[in-house]
């Protein structure tokens, strides 16, 4: 074998080939050059069958002489050396974007800047044939066709053209997620298929990117955070979906967004996952899109090839930030539900809590929620309904709240602070118990010895069950399977209030004071929903109470 060098034709049609590998790769590296541009309308049309894409913004545009170097390659304005790798601030910066596609397309670009008239260019790869003047609007129009003309099998190895689209689709809603500001039309062989405008909130994308979510089905908040060692401050914006109201069938829609672009980031994944473990049903994963902007020294881009992947300093710092965010988002405060009722909504969950000691019910938990300065919302019990429901009020409605599932929220979350195991005076004698049944009472470390033939004594069991006169039963049921924590939402199941149970007021009360102090209060462990909230404009429409209340009774100020 000799080693020879390349020629530079090759070198070049294999670098783009790595950066440029679909009609989807065309289309995030000019809509991303369009942000940079600050663009705050970005119009992209594909014709699949003509292997042909259209990016039009109306950015800043390129400057002439500009133009004349843009495809060449790694040439870029966004930065000069290698000091610059650590304080990037665009979406581009390797200046391989132009350059590649022009190796492997016909490109022509028409641009023009504030002050200037405008100029187009074409490039047939290599060299750039012509440049003229050209009336056209502030911005830039990049025109590609005739993509992989020059690599057929590029061509036949990528996917239809439906799945394309698709894939076309996703980068722009990732990319409007990052960027609520701005205006996004998809045309397809010109028929407008995809119409992005968030009006600056991201809150409002969700619901245009998927049809299942309603408005009202998102909260959202912004978090002003410290970054450690720096002195600039750092934004974390958060939307996702209340998990009394929605869900996917698959984790398709944990969205992480850093400093403008959706990245893969599975450490900071499994941060939210955890955070909404035992808020929904089985199979079933949340709806959240997260933004986190920070200083560029603080991220490491260079990296993937599409700047998907990347390294992100103080991580567990940004993890901790994450899990905190969540977990005041879900509280239920005056301004949380202000915001739920503005939208006319039923809306969040209340927090319920334990009631007598036959419940483990302690009037303490009241003192700690007034200690804790949380800004709960204040809801008076005024009745229960059927033996099940509690009825409460608030200053701007009325709720409903299911005492056994709320109740069940609160111990499940006491069990998982303080899973304790005591030991029995009298063992619990279990019969014709299964091997697999055997093996699961030992893996919960609960004691358990042989007490003759086809018996078997538990000698500790979990604290709440010890006075229970149903805890044999309890101890069959957890002898079915699951690991400890499976373990716990089966205890506090069975442990909490059976509905059909007459309570007083007193206790409702100190169920609902207890529930508000609980991490997850929207859904129990099984992810159903806790409570229905009424707001009085609902009510009011409902009854046809169009006018001011009070004056609809001829009372006057």
């Given at each position: 074998?000799?080693?020879?060098k390349?020629?530079?034709?090759?070198i070049?049609?294999?670098?783009?080939?790595?950066v440029?590998?679909?009609?989807a790769?065309?289309?995030r590296e000019l809509?991303?050059?369009?942000?940079?541009?600050?663009?705050?309308?970005?119009?992209?049309?594909?014709?699949?069958?003509?292997?042909?894409?259209?990016?039009?913004d109306?950015?800043?545009?390129i400057?002439?002489?500009?133009l004349l170097?843009?495809?060449?390659?790694?040439?870029?304005?966004?930065?000069?050396?290698?000091e610059?790798?650590?304080?990037?601030?665009t979406?581009?910066?390797r200046?391989?974007?132009?350059?590649?596609?022009a190796?492997?397309?016909?490109?022509?670009?028409?641009?023009?800047?504030?002050?200037d008239?405008g100029?187009?260019i074409?490039?047939?790869?290599?060299?750039?044939?012509?440049?003229?003047?050209?009336?056209?609007?502030l911005?830039?129009i990049?025109?590609?066709?005739?993509?992989?003309h020059?690599?057929?099998?590029?061509?036949?190895?990528?996917?239809?053209?439906?799945?394309?689209i698709?894939?076309?689709?996703?980068?722009?809603?990732?990319?409007?997620?990052?960027?609520?500001h701005?205006?996004?039309?998809?045309?397809?062989d010109?028929?407008?298929?995809l119409?992005?405008?968030?009006n600056?909130?991201?809150?409002?994308?969700?619901?245009?990117?998927l049809?299942?979510?309603k408005?009202?089905?998102l909260?959202?908040?912004?978090?002003?955070?410290?970054?450690?060692?720096?002195?600039?401050?750092s934004?974390?914006?958060?939307?996702?979906?209340?998990?009394?109201?929605?869900?996917?069938?698959?984790p398709d829609w944990?969205?992480?967004?850093l400093?403008?672009?959706?990245?893969?980031s599975?450490?900071?994944e499994?941060?939210?996952?955890?955070?909404?473990?035992?808020?929904?049903?089985?199979?079933?994963?949340p709806?959240?899109?997260?933004h986190?902007?920070?200083?560029p020294?603080?991220?490491?881009?260079?990296?993937h090839?599409?700047?998907?992947?990347?390294?992100?300093?103080?991580l567990?710092?940004w993890?901790q930030?994450?899990?905190?965010?969540?977990?005041?988002?879900?509280k239920?405060t005056?301004?949380?539900i202000?915001?739920?009722f503005?939208?006319?909504?039923?809306?969040?969950?209340?927090?319920?809590?334990?009631n007598?000691?036959i419940?483990?019910i302690e009037?303490?938990?009241?003192?700690?929620?007034?200690s804790?300065?949380?800004?709960?919302?204040?809801?008076?019990?005024?009745?229960?309904?059927r033996?099940?429901?509690?009825?409460?009020?608030?200053?701007?409605?009325?709720?409903?709240?299911?005492q056994?599932i709320a109740?069940?929220?609160?111990?499940?979350?006491q069990?998982?602070?303080?899973?304790?195991l005591?030991?029995?005076?009298q063992?619990?004698?279990?019969?014709?118990?299964?091997?697999?049944?055997?093996?699961?009472?030992?893996?919960?470390?609960l004691?358990?010895?042989t007490?003759?033939?086809?018996?078997?004594?538990?000698?500790?069991i979990?604290?709440?069950?010890?006075?229970?006169n149903?805890?044999?039963?309890?101890?069959?049921?957890?002898?079915w399977?699951?690991n400890?924590?499976?373990?716990?939402?089966?205890?506090?199941?069975?442990?909490?209030?059976?509905?059909?149970?007459?309570?007083?007021?007193s206790?409702?009360?100190n169920?609902?004071n207890?529930?508000?102090?609980?991490r997850?209060?929207?859904?129990?462990?099984?992810?159903?929903?806790?409570?229905?909230?009424?707001?009085e404009?609902?009510?009011y429409?409902?009854f046809?109470?169009?006018?001011?209340?009070?004056?609809?009774?001829?009372l006057?100020?």
């Open positions: 074998m000799t080693i020879k390349l020629p530079l034709e090759v070049k049609l294999i670098a783009a080939g790595e440029i590998n679909s009609l790769a065309v289309v809509a991303e050059n369009s942000l940079d541009a600050k663009a705050h309308k970005i119009v992209v049309s594909i014709y699949p069958q003509l292997w042909k894409v259209q990016v039009a109306n950015g800043e545009g400057k002439k002489d500009d170097v843009c495809t060449q390659p790694h040439t870029t304005s966004k930065i000069a050396n290698k610059d790798l650590c304080h990037i601030k979406l581009g910066f200046g391989e974007g132009l350059h590649s596609i190796q492997l397309a016909h490109l022509h670009i028409a641009s023009r800047t504030e002050n008239c100029y187009e074409f490039s047939d790869g290599n060299h750039i044939t012509v440049i003229n003047p050209i009336a056209i609007a911005g830039t990049i025109t590609v066709e005739n993509l992989f020059n690599i057929p099998l590029r061509r036949q190895g990528n996917p239809p053209f439906k799945k394309q698709k894939q076309i689709q996703t980068i722009i809603g990732q990319l409007s997620l990052c960027h609520p701005v205006t996004w039309q998809l045309f397809v010109d028929k407008l298929t119409y992005i405008n968030g600056n909130q991201t809150k409002k994308i969700l619901p245009q990117l049809k299942t979510i408005y009202t089905d909260t959202s908040q912004q978090i002003i955070l410290n970054t450690p060692q720096e002195n600039n401050k934004f974390l914006d958060l939307v996702l979906g209340l998990p009394d109201r929605i869900s996917r069938p698959r944990v969205k992480i967004g400093n403008g672009r959706v990245i893969k599975p450490e900071l499994s941060i939210i996952y955890s955070s909404f473990h035992r808020t929904l049903g089985r199979d079933r994963f709806v959240i899109f997260l986190l902007q920070t200083s020294q603080q991220i490491d881009w260079n990296l090839p599409a700047k998907a992947e990347v390294y992100l300093h103080n567990e710092f993890q930030q994450i899990k905190q965010a969540i977990e005041d988002i879900f239920i005056d301004n949380n202000n915001n739920n503005q939208n006319q909504r039923v809306e969040k969950i209340l927090q319920v809590a334990e007598k000691p419940y483990q009037q303490k938990t009241t003192q700690n929620e007034e804790s300065g949380l800004g709960l919302i204040q809801l008076e019990v005024i009745a229960q309904s033996n099940t429901y509690i009825v409460a009020e608030h200053s701007q409605g009325m709720w409903l709240i299911e056994h109740h069940e929220r609160i111990l499940y979350e069990l998982q602070n303080n899973w304790q005591v030991s029995l005076e063992p619990i004698i279990l019969e014709n118990l299964l091997p697999k049944q055997i093996e699961q009472l030992i893996n919960l470390q004691e358990i010895d007490f003759g033939e086809d018996l078997w004594a538990i000698r500790k979990p604290q709440i069950l010890a006075h229970r149903d805890n044999q039963e309890a101890l069959i049921e957890l002898s399977g699951g400890v924590d499976d373990a716990m939402v089966a205890v506090a199941c069975r442990s909490a209030i059976r509905n059909g149970t007459k309570l007083t007021l206790e409702m009360q169920i609902v207890q529930w508000k102090i609980t997850n209060p929207h859904t129990c462990p099984h992810g159903r929903p806790i409570y229905l909230a009424l707001d404009s609902s009510l429409r409902f046809r109470r169009h006018w001011v209340l009070g004056k609809s009774h001829g006057n100020d």
